[in-house]
Every structure is written in C-alpha cells, then in structure tokens.
C-alpha cells in the first residue's frame, strides 16, 4: 500500500481521465498480505457513458505506472458471492 500511497495523485489523475472516481484498494494488497507477484485489485466507480475502451485503458495505463497487474472492477460487476466480502475489505485510495 505505500507504493500506492506515494503515487496516490497519479493514479487519481489517470483514474479521472477515464471517467472513473471513488478509488479503492481490496484484495490481497488491501490485506498486507501481497507479494511481488501479487496483482493490484480496483474497485471504482465510472461516470455514465464510460464503455469497456475507458476501462481497459484506465488498466493499461495503470499497470505501466505501477509496473505489476491491475484488475479493476465496478460494485455492479462484482459476483454476489464475493461482494460483501469485497466491500468490507476496500479500502480508499
């Protein structure tokens, strides 16, 4: 989580540029259990109109300044066996 503390900004300027706010950290980086090989896991919220191009290029420019694995996914995507666990352990960006 420092790393993304220290590039909190950039990230929510590369976040907003895509139509995305309401940034989020969960998973394993959220827990302080991730390794070097952990991937980053977002939970965002975007602006009505977004479509799929906004969000994988919002992923894309995300993994290039973070230089691991992103995945990002909206509160209305997430699986409803997973979600209550998902949203109790985000923590904002």
């Known amino acids: 989580m420092n790393e993304l503390h220290r590039l909190r ?3 929510i300027k590369i976040a907003q540029k895509h139509g995305a706010s309401n940034i ?7 827990r302080g259990e991730d390794t070097a090989d952990s991937d980053i896991d977002f939970l965002m919220d ?7 191009v906004d969000l994988v290029a919002l992923k894309l420019e ?6 691991r ?6 509160e209305q995507a997430l699986l409803p066996r ?12």
């Open 69 to 74: 694995k992103v995945d990002i996914v909206t």
């Open 46 to 52: 975007f602006n009505p109109g977004r479509s799929l």
């Open 9 to 11: 900004e950039h990230i």
């Open 24 to 30: 989020r950290v969960f998973g394993s980086v959220a």
């Open 62 to 67: 995300l993994e290039d300044l973070l230089g």
């Open 82 to 93: 997973i979600r209550k666990n998902v949203l109790q352990e985000a923590v904002e960006l």
